[in-house]
Nanobody
């Protein structure tokens, strides 16, 4: 499975961004998908994940109510809608395919990251 993340950029506090993660290779719809982020000097942290059908999602407390994860299996794409962005959301965001887990080590496949910078 190959993953390609896109949609990052430089935004202002309170702005919105929508990240996309397009997958290819083996049937994408059979994988649960997650988004993780890593800020400079910090450990990679869980952001959100969604199960293979899209009917189950989970979020980190820090993004709950502001971020929404979704997927379109017909398009082999997972999205992360980020609203009300804060400076502390600044990080490299990466998508991953694997089990329904909050632990990065559980995910078998990773895409390259996309940089999100929130300026105050």
């Amino acid at each position: 499975v190959q993953l390609q993340a896109s949609g990052g950029g430089l935004v202002q506090v309170g702005d919105s961004l929508k990240l996309s993660c397009r997958t290819s290779g083996r049937t994408t719809g059979i994988y649960d998908m997650g988004w993780f982020r890593q800020a400079p000097g910090k450990e990679r942290e869980f952001v959100a994940h969604i199960n293979y059908s899209g009917r189950s999602t989970r979020y980190a407390d820090s993004v709950k109510g502001r971020f929404t994860i979704s997927r379109d299996n017909a398009m082999n794409t997972v999205y992360l809608q980020m609203n009300s962005l804060r400076p502390e959301d600044t990080a490299i965001y990466s998508c991953a395919a694997g089990p329904y887990s909050v632990f990065a080590a559980d995910y078998a496949y990773w895409g390259q990251g996309t940089q999100v910078t929130v300026s105050s």
